[in-house]
């Protein structure tokens, strides 16, 4: 890409972004809006310069425990579809229940995970496994029953069993749902790891906690964008291996020639 | 007839009477937790018709965990709010132009729970010791004592509410109000030891009424009333609770009635101070106000010092 190729790709993002904090300056500067309920983000942008090394770590704390949380709910969630793919008897028996994953208030049960998990980093992970366990589960089954009729049909012509049926059908043509599931599960994770930090202790969730305590509502924000920023690293890197995996041979991946 | 006449005259008066007062006014105190007799004199002046014969339509709301009810109050959503002393300097020194306006406690009763298994004699050896103490993250008593306590062996971790890892850990402190939770643990057969964070040196008045300082200049009257009733209630309270606990034991099933009866005879000390007039309750004064401004400039919360006599307005 040239340089003006990438100034007309990165504007129409970056326009409504600038416009924003623009906007959020003025109204605090006039006195607008009082900076204690929305901060300038010149503020916020000071809180993030001021406090870097605690909300580096911290941040490095949330990622690596909604990290984590999200390889513990895909391998479980993943396990937990092609068992229930396998039969339409065990799907109609425990899909209803995978759906309690799906409403669970996790704000609600975080205090239980904290007795049965203790305080710190066990109680983040169950909390960001938990809430990004169900569009695994989803998005995997619905990619495991959609294979090709024709496909499914040629390898019991050729007497696969159904473990080489599995993994050499089913898994490949489920890719591109699993991925757009994991896409999900993985801004999930990191909201569901700050809520377990909420009560668990240590990470975003701590900062956030405290400087809400303090009225320090431009930490609030700092921390707040840097979850988000969180978020975007780790769809970014299930992107990444979604095109890796996919950008050989799966139309969603292939780029336009 | 004449009877009749002077009968019926009267009932038109009295008719009239009414028709001419004016509809009460509706307000809003937001509690910043649940109902308990922390709160108690807010629900007794209600119940006792004192907002009402002011002509004041009170409505409390309680709060949970991390309600702000400091910046509901700022930012105009309820005229009244309860909040701790600190929180009313830090969010001046914020510009959020918040004021005291009563206090329910002289002496607050905010202090840390623990075993008494495990023979602590101090807060110092609460601190000092391991295990594990669940306390409000970042709050100002958390590090006040956090600074006092440099050394500290203990574990912090964040406090939720509530009382049950507690009952389930005997490794496990927590931060209480002295009167209220070691009572809900004796009644689940744990008992519990309290050290006041007070006796420390940290002493910012507790469960103060807020308003803004623009809706006092404005309704100075009808703030008046309202604090009048308040004092009112909380005489009431003092001298007979049982009203205003049933009412609460509806509203928070989590304490029950005798719970309700104890806490409201074990606050009494850090309500009253001894020996001070009935009308002198609630007051503030202005040194305690000074003391909690630097203490809390010291832990670096504030930059900015508020003045103390803009901090509180007695009534």
Request: with cysteine; charged share 15%.
């Amino acid at each position: 890409m040239t340089v003006k190729e990438r100034t007309a790709a990165l504007l129409p993002p970056l326009l409504p972004l600038i416009f924003c904090i623009g906007l959020a300056e003025t109204a605090v500067r006039l006195g607008w809006v009082p900076s204690y309920l929305i901060p300038a983000p010149s503020e916020v942008f000071r809180s993030l310069v001021e406090d870097r090394i605690e909300l580096g770590s911290a941040a490095w704390e949330t990622l690596s425990s909604a990290l984590v949380g999200l390889v513990l709910s895909f391998f479980a969630g993943t396990l937990f579809s092609v068992a229930l793919s396998s039969s339409e008897l065990a799907r109609r028996a425990f899909y209803p229940y995978a759906v309690f994953f799906q409403t669970v208030p996790i704000i609600s049960i975080a205090p239980l995970l904290v007795i049965w998990f203790g305080f710190g980093r066990p109680t983040v992970i169950a909390s960001a496994a938990i809430v990004s366990v169900f569009p695994i589960i989803a998005s995997t089954l619905l990619g495991l029953k959609s294979t090709e009729p024709a496909l499914l049909d040629l390898f019991k012509l050729y007497s696969a069993t159904g473990r080489q049926t599995l993994w050499m059908v089913r898994m490949p043509f489920a890719l591109p749902q699993i991925f757009s599931g994991l896409r999900i599960a993985s801004g999930l994770a990191v909201v569901g790891a700050i809520v377990g930090e909420f009560i668990g202790g240590g990470g975003l969730g701590s900062v956030v906690d405290s400087a809400r305590t303090q009225q320090r509502i431009d930490r609030v924000f700092a921390a707040v964008l840097i979850s988000s920023i969180l978020g975007i690293v780790l769809v970014g890197a299930v992107n990444f291996v979604s095109a890796l995996s996919l950008g050989s041979w799966h139309a969603s991946e292939r780029k336009p020639s | 007839m004449r009877i009749i006449f002077s009968l019926l005259a009267s009932i038109l008066l009295v008719s009239t009477g009414w028709a001419a007062q004016p509809a009460p006014v509706k307000l809003q105190l937001a509690l910043n937790w649940k109902a308990e007799p922390e709160f108690g004199g807010f629900y007794a002046a209600k119940l006792a018709g004192y907002f009402e014969k002011r002509g004041l339509n009170v409505d409390i709301t309680e709060g949970g965990a991390g309600t702000p009810v400091v910046q509901m109050v700022a930012n105009r959503k309820v005229p009244f709010g309860i909040a701790a002393g600190d929180e009313v300097v830090i969010a001046q020194s914020r510009g959020a132009d918040v004021v005291a306006l009563f206090t329910v406690y002289q002496i607050n009763p905010q202090g840390i729970m623990v075993h008494p298994e495990r023979g602590f004699k101090s807060m110092a050896d609460v601190f000092n010791s391991p295990g594990t103490l669940a306390i409000q993250n970042g709050s100002p008593h958390t590090l006040f004592l956090q600074a006092k306590f440099p050394k500290a062996k203990v574990k912090l971790v964040p406090y939720a509410g509530g009382i049950a890892q507690f009952l389930t850990d005997a490794n496990y402190s927590q931060q209480c109000f002295v009167t209220s939770e070691p009572l809900l643990a004796k009644k689940k057969s744990v008992s519990a030891k309290s050290f006041l964070i007070a006796d420390e040196g940290f002493k910012p008045y507790g469960t103060v009424v807020v308003a803004r300082r623009d809706y006092i200049e404005k309704n100075p009257q009808r703030t008046r009333d309202f604090i009048d009733a308040v004092r009112g209630g909380w005489q009431e309270y003092l001298r007979a609770p049982e009203n205003a606990n049933t009412l609460m034991v509806k509203l928070n099933p989590a304490i029950d009635a005798d719970t309700m009866k104890e806490a409201a005879e074990i606050q009494k000390p850090f309500i009253v101070s001894t020996g001070a007039p009935a009308g002198d309750l609630g007051k503030m004064a202005a040194d305690r106000w000074t003391a909690l401004t630097n203490q809390l400039q010291e832990i670096k919360l504030i930059k900015a010092k508020p003045a103390a006599d803009r901090l509180f307005q007695n009534f």
